[in-house]
């Protein structure tokens, strides 16, 4: 059975940091692109981020860009957001995702499984 | 990147059919088949219910069903249930290798 699950999610000062995780079981995880996706609260979905099958491609939103990296350990089939210079309207639920089918950046088939999300709240 | 465009809601009533319109431009939607479709209960995470414009997953129902048009995809939804009554959110791959989401659509059923 595939399962994401994030964690790290928080309360932070703006201007903080905070570095999510999602560990995944079920699939082979290196064989497939990973993504975050952000729901601030009452709002929709926002793509924050992707990374290839073998870090060797990133990608960003524009909101992001700067101030949030993606990685992945493989090793440990685990996903990972480092968030920098925290801001208000960063304030929302983190789920990881994962491809249906594809492992590079360039290919995008629809997220076939997801997590259930870490909340993540700046605020002073 | 802006958003993809949807209606804000969308009704219908037991048994009819509705569609959900998403629109973007020529640097997602329209240059690319890769548009998937989600179904999001409230307190729930979303759903994959279309991919690649039109193919359903394993075990989705064929009420559902997808097309685009230049830079319009839509969804369907033919006979309308109970249990469809949900948001839905369109998203497409761009040319910047990025991703997009729609704003989401809330579909009731009356």
């Known amino acids: 059975e595939v399962q994401l699950v994030e964690s790290g999610g928080g309360l932070v000062q703006p201007g903080g940091s905070l570095r999510l995780s999602c560990a995944a079981s079920?699939?082979?995880?290196?064989?497939?692109?990973m993504y975050w996706v952000r729901q601030a609260p009452g709002k929709g979905l926002e793509w924050v981020s992707g990374i290839s099958w073998n870090s060797g491609s990133t990608a960003y939103a524009g909101s992001v860009k700067g101030r949030f990296t993606i990685s992945r350990d493989n090793a440990k089939n685990s996903l990972y957001l480092q968030m920098n210079s925290l801001r208000a309207e960063d304030t929302a639920l983190y789920y990881c995702?994962?491809?249906?089918?594809?492992?590079?950046?360039?290919?995008?088939?629809?997220?076939?499984?997801w997590g259930q999300g870490t909340l993540v709240t700046v605020s002073s | 990147q802006s958003a993809l465009t949807q209606p804000a809601s969308v009704s219908g009533s037991p048994g009819q059919s509705i569609t959900i319109s998403c629109t973007g431009t020529?640097?997602?939607?329209?240059?690319?088949?890769?548009v998937s479709w989600y179904q999001q209960h409230p307190g729930k995470a979303p759903k994959l219910m279309i991919y690649?414009?039109?193919y359903r997953p394993s075990g989705i129902s064929n009420r559902f069903s997808g097309s685009k048009s230049g830079n319009t995809a839509s969804l369907t939804i033919s006979g309308l249930q109970a249990e469809d009554e949900a948001d839905y959110y369109c998203s497409s791959y761009t040319s910047s290798s990025a991703l997009v989401f729609g704003n989401g659509t809330k579909v009731t059923v009356l």
């Open positions: 020529s640097s997602d939607v329209g240059g690319y088949n890769y």
């Open positions: 995702a994962k491809d249906q089918y594809c492992s590079p950046i360039n290919c995008y088939r629809g997220f076939d499984y």
């Open positions: 690649d414009v039109s």
């Open positions: 079920g699939f082979i995880f290196d064989d497939y692109t």
